[in-house]
């Protein structure tokens, strides 16, 4: 175009106006570029730059535990190195909180501040869903985690967690699942509806838990948090009450088939587990189908439980975990008959040895297992964020899937606090940083 404007400008032209013609011509190539330039970082819209694609090596050991064995150490540890490519997909996202996949590959990302987006395959940003519930924002609050139903290709069901005030009064607060029908094209929900809410609610504005997980049998675990004050985490303890507690549900809400029963008159229920301090991680054991769980320790002390039926993880009558501020021992000791020892815990937040004195919690948040074939060297492996250990945790499990036998931080060097991990549906590992990114590990 720039060729042809040249060689047929009238030759007779003023050269004042041929000058004028050739700024024209030059005008016209800045403009010609600037387009190129902004084709060339499309894919994710005006106000979203183009993936940021970093590298960074790897020296992992592949673990092949002995056969039959738990807890023991491996019978075969390969060391192999690879590179990890971590790509910034997203950087416009406001403290986002929980990430679900829908079948083709979209995503849904909820925002602390109430807001629910729709994410392309690629991570751009389509746009906010409307139709969320007003939701109670403050401290730790706010709109949580997002999973999709087991039928969602026939029934289009979303369900969220998020803090929801009290009707009548605006002072106390609770964990509340809220289910709903997504459409898409519209970018919108219907069909509203809150099924369960943790009871009592109180006055605090932290420890809300709050991951959702469906059972192979369909049915919705639910993670709740202990409410943080001294005066309630006591009643992690009280089966009359949801502080503290691993719900399992019907879609409807409803207490599911084949939760334990408990001696305890006015027991809730919907109890599954019981004894937790500030769940922010959740996941399925892809074979054994036993739901695990990640919480916060206090000063130290957090820990990955295996969530089991009727069983009680102690909080906070026993912990690893020590007052903040003070390097006072939480509630009795470690251990105590008829309370669960939890699979591994980290008492510093880098996972370093610890050496006494003050202890560190490295904060875990968002749990998944990894089943996808780009990582064979990963497959069965346990992947935890940390928010104030701002790494990704990748631990390895004992061949009966009981007990862990080896655990490794990785990309710790990027300082991002990671509050979800998931794996997607094209088997890479997506993770959410609070600082508003999604990032894709790939290789």
């Known amino acids: 175009m720039t060729q042809l404007i040249t060689r047929y400008a009238p030759a007779f032209l003023h050269p004042a106006a041929r000058m004028l013609g050739r700024g024209f011509t030059l005008l016209f190539m800045l403009l010609a570029l600037i387009s190129i330039g902004m084709v060339a970082c499309g894919g994710g819209g005006a106000n979203e730059p183009a993936p940021l694609v970093q590298s960074q090596p790897v020296t992992t050991p592949v673990i092949t535990p002995a056969p039959g064995t738990s807890g023991t150490p491996a019978a075969v540890m ?6 990890l490519q971590v790509t910034e997909l997203n950087t416009t996202l406001v403290s986002p909180w929980g990430l679900a996949f829908l079948p083709d590959g979209r995503m849904l990302v ?31 609050g706010g709109l949580l985690d997002v999973v999709i139903d087991p039928q969602y290709a026939s029934n289009q069901r979303i369900y969220m967690t998020f803090s929801e005030n009290d009707s009548s009064n605006a002072s106390i607060n609770s964990t509340a699942v809220v289910r709903a029908k997504l459409d898409t094209n519209a970018r919108s929900l219907s069909d509203v509806t809150v099924i369960y809410r943790q009871m009592p609610k109180v006055t605090s504005s932290g420890h809300y838990g709050s991951r959702l997980v469906f059972d192979k049998n369909g049915y919705l675990f639910v993670a709740l948090g202990d409410r943080q004050n001294n005066s309630e985490r006591v009643h992690a303890q009280d089966l009359t009450r949801g502080h503290g507690k691993v719900m399992r549900i019907t879609t409807e809400g409803m207490p599911a088939p084949g939760n334990p029963s408990f001696a305890t008159a006015g027991a809730q229920g919907a109890i599954w587990s019981y004894g937790h301090r500030n769940p922010q991680g959740a996941a399925l054991h892809p074979t054994t189908g036993e739901l695990w769980v990640s919480e916060h320790g206090p000063q130290g002390g957090d820990e990955l439980n295996r969530a089991e039926s009727g069983k009680n993880y102690g909080w906070p009558v026993i912990s690893y975990g020590q007052e903040y501020g003070s390097t006072t021992q939480v509630g009795e000791g470690t251990a105590k008959a008829g309370m669960e020892q939890p ?51 990748r631990v390895v499990l004992s061949s009966d899937g009981k007990s862990e036998i080896f655990r490794e ?14 794996q997607g549906t094209d088997g890479w590992i997506y993770m959410l940083a609070d600082s508003g990114k999604l990032i894709r590990v790939s290789r």
């Open 343 to 393: 699979v591994s815990y980290w008492l510093t937040r880098d996972g370093s040895p610890y050496t006494g004195g003050s202890k560190s919690s490295m904060a875990p948040a968002g749990l998944a297992f990894y089943s996808g074939d780009k990582f064979p060297e990963y497959s069965g492996n346990l992947f935890s964020g940390a928010l104030a250990g701002t790494a990704l945790w």
């Open 110 to 140: 909820t925002e602390k501040g109430g807001t629910l987006k729709l994410l392309a395959a690629n991570g751009s940003t389509v746009g906010t869903v409307s139709g969320v519930p007003a939701v109670n924002s403050a401290g730790q």
């Open 78 to 83: 390969l060391t192999t190195t690879f590179t």
């Open 409 to 422: 931080r990785l990309l710790a060097s990027r300082g991002e606090r990671i509050r979800d991990v998931r």
